[in-house]
């Protein structure tokens, strides 16, 4: 597909456990996003990637969650020892262009749904 | 500490009718305003997106509206039909490349 692909579609994990989230943006498409919308809320930033490297990652919310983009292209958000409220639908993004404005339209994924019981 | 605040949370249009979705931001630093609408399941999608140094802009049914001395700007949605029935978020960027986003307003459009 041309989309952003994002896998799992679902995931149920229980507390405690460890969980992989991935992303495959669109082909040729160099900033890519994380972001995790709660329930009725909008989504809320965790981390930006130009290439291979994490450019801010200012919106992780603690040192359980990383995310890594080892080639530049598909990238990885890993969440160790989940608890209840990382419960949220986690998007992710990608666009041609660094910044956003200058028409760097930012493509999202369907986004993995990850609940934790 | 919610940066951009947006209202109203629901709206219900009657089919013909205009939607309006306000928000309202405290950081000057922002320099790009996005609006995106999202349907249920999906990601959301580029609406439409606006600079400040301009106070209104028109693609097709959607104008957004501007002000930067009150430090607001709304989406109106002309001749609104059941197919824009959707989650709308409005959004603004500092410097940098993230995203600030508001809490979103769930249009329900009437037949």
């Known amino acids: 597909g041309a989309g952003v692909s994002q896998t799992p579609s679902n995931k149920v994990t229980e507390k405690g456990k460890y969980v992989e989230l991935r992303c495959d943006p669109i082909?040729?498409?160099?900033?890519l996003y994380w972001y995790r919308q709660s329930l009725g809320q909008g989504p809320e930033f965790l981390i930006y990637?130009?290439?291979?490297?994490?450019?801010?990652d200012s919106g992780l919310p603690n040192d359980r969650f990383f995310a890594v983009r080892p080639e530049g292209s598909v990238s990885t958000l890993k969440i160790q020892r989940t608890e209840r409220g990382d419960s949220a639908v986690y998007l992710c993004?990608?666009?041609?262009?660094?910044?956003?404005?200058?028409?760097?339209?930012?493509?999202f994924g369907e986004g993995s749904r990850l609940t934790v019981l | 500490q919610q940066q951009v605040k947006q209202s109203p949370q629901s709206l219900i249009v009657q089919k013909g009718g205009i939607s309006i979705i306000n928000c309202a931001y405290e950081?000057?630093?922002?320099?790009?305003f996005p609006w995106y609408q999202q349907f249920p399941g999906k990601g959301p999608a580029l609406l439409i997106a606006i600079r400040p140094d301009v106070s209104e802009k028109k693609e097709g049914r959607f104008t957004i509206s501007f002000n930067k001395s009150a430090k607001q700007f709304s989406l109106h949605i002309m001749d609104s039909q059941p197919g824009d029935s959707a989650t709308y978020f409005c959004a603004a960027k500092a410097a940098g490349n993230k995203l600030t986003f508001g809490g979103g307003t769930r249009v329900l459009v009437k037949p």
């Open positions: 950081n000057t630093a922002f320099d790009y």
């Open positions: 990637f130009q290439g291979t490297g994490a450019a801010d």
């Open positions: 993004a990608s666009s041609l262009r660094a910044r956003p404005e200058d028409t760097g339209e930012l493509f």
């Open positions: 082909s040729g498409h160099t900033a």
